[in-house]
């Protein structure tokens, strides 16, 4: 049975992507804990991050450390964070958070429900950070 991240991947289930390529996928959590808070998934079903291939592990890292700039450039908070936990759904996924108060703001805990609208307008901003950052394309396809 495919996960729910696998449905979002595949379009059974709407998701707010900012990021496509052959290996992962990057889209926004419909729980931030704050605005900006994107989620990056590999396409394979892979449960736990420390069971994933060494280049897919790097690639997930390289690909979460773009998203980072672009949050970094797109909602200027005083600095971008990185959380692997993977309890929530088992499909390895790192969260690239904002953080704007401290430490509290890599607490999953703290996560609200965001609205359609809210999440698109996060997105969008996002993607613009791509575009106008990274130049080989790999994002400026992506809607939502």
């Known amino acids: 049975m495919p996960t729910l991240f696998t449905r979002i991947i595949d379009g059974e289930i ?10 992962c996928v990057s889209f926004l959590s419909i729980n931030p804990v704050n605005p900006g808070h994107a989620l990056v ?9 420390l069971d994933l291939e060494p280049p897919l592990a790097a690639h997930l890292m390289t690909v979460a450390q773009t998203i980072g700039k672009a ?20 499909h390895t996924h790192l969260h690239v958070m904002p953080i704007h108060a401290g430490e509290s703001d890599l607490h999953l805990d703290r996560a609200e429900n965001a609205s359609p609208e809210e999440l698109e307008t996060n997105a969008e901003k996002i ?12 994002a400026t396809g992506v809607s939502s």
């Open 14 to 23: 709407p998701g707010m992507f900012v990021w496509r390529d052959d290996e």
């Open 41 to 49: 998934v590999p396409r394979a079903e892979v449960d736990v991050w």
């Open 71 to 90: 949050v970094q450039a797109a909602f200027s908070p005083l600095r971008v964070g990185l959380l692997i936990a993977g309890l929530e759904v088992p």
């Open 127 to 138: 993607r613009a950070a791509l575009r106008s950052t990274h130049r080989d394309g790999q």
